[in-house]
């Protein structure tokens, strides 16, 4: 499949374990942050968002953090399987005028050790 | 099933031979972008277009067209590609812009290499 990036940052994480990636953002006008996961020869695919008015959103066996006081998000992902291996990217939304616009991280990538 | 599709999934071409890169989505979303990733860099939006006959240019337009004239396709266009757009290309719809949504669907991507 298509590589994203050769010299990702790289979080290793053995299955079953939780995982915890983590996101420093740009712009403290930024209204909503997006996370992404990305699977070799794939486009990147929602996983969860948050809007800046929250500092925690749960899904299934995802959990997003935001820190506006250090402009910082992080995406935990409980007992993490195979399946999770992937590259995982964080975008924040902010406003011109009438258009929104995505801005997004360079990624990290998650391998899921047996 | 709703998806956003491009085509070719790979193409390699030569320098200044143009190419047009489709893409079409099935939601009936009013927003559309193109974006590019290379390694380091993420991924950087070229243009998007907020409705049908509007475009606008993103971070790193230069080198491309694209045109809006159905809700549902938004082609990118290389008039002269040159081997600095050898990339990975997505096109991404979501369903509006201000207050419409913003999570935005991708589809599989396009690998391009100009030789």
């Known amino acids: 499949g298509e590589s994203v990036g050769l010299h990702l940052p790289t979080l290793s994480v053995q299955e079953g374990d939780n995982s915890i990636i983590n996101c420093a953002y740009s712009?403290?006008?930024?209204?909503?942050f997006i996370w992404y996961k990305q699977e070799s020869g794939k486009g990147p695919q929602f996983i969860i968002d948050?809007?800046?008015?929250?500092d925690k959103r749960q899904g299934q066996r995802v959990t997003v953090l935001l820190n506006k006081t250090v402009k910082h998000l992080s995406l935990q992902i409980a007992a993490t399987q195979p399946g999770d291996s992937a590259v995982y990217f964080c975008?924040?939304?902010?406003?011109?005028?009438?258009?929104?616009?995505?801005?997004f991280g360079t990624g990290t990538r998650l391998q899921v050790t047996l | 099933e709703a998806q956003v599709t491009q085509n070719p999934r790979y193409l390699i071409t030569v320098t200044g031979k143009k190419l047009t890169v489709t893409c079409s989505q099935n939601?009936?979303?009013?927003?559309m972008s193109w974006y590019r990733q290379d390694p380091g860099l993420g991924l950087r939006q070229i243009y998007y277009?907020?409705?049908?006959?509007?475009?606008d240019k993103g971070d790193v337009p230069e080198g491309y067209k694209v045109s809006r004239k159905e809700k549902r396709n938004f082609p990118l266009i290389l008039e002269s590609p040159s081997p600095n757009q050898t990339s990975l290309y997505f096109c991404?719809?979501?369903?509006?812009?201000?207050?419409?949504?913003?999570?935005?669907?991708f589809g599989a991507g396009t690998r391009l290499s100009v030789l």
């Open positions: 277009s907020m409705n049908v006959e509007v475009t």
């Open positions: 975008a924040e939304n902010s406003r011109t005028g009438t258009a929104s616009k995505l801005t």
């Open positions: 712009n403290s006008a930024s209204d909503y």
């Open positions: 939601m009936n979303h009013e927003y």
């Open positions: 991404a719809s979501k369903r509006g812009n201000v207050g419409g949504g913003n999570i935005q669907y």
């Open positions: 948050i809007r800046s008015n929250m």
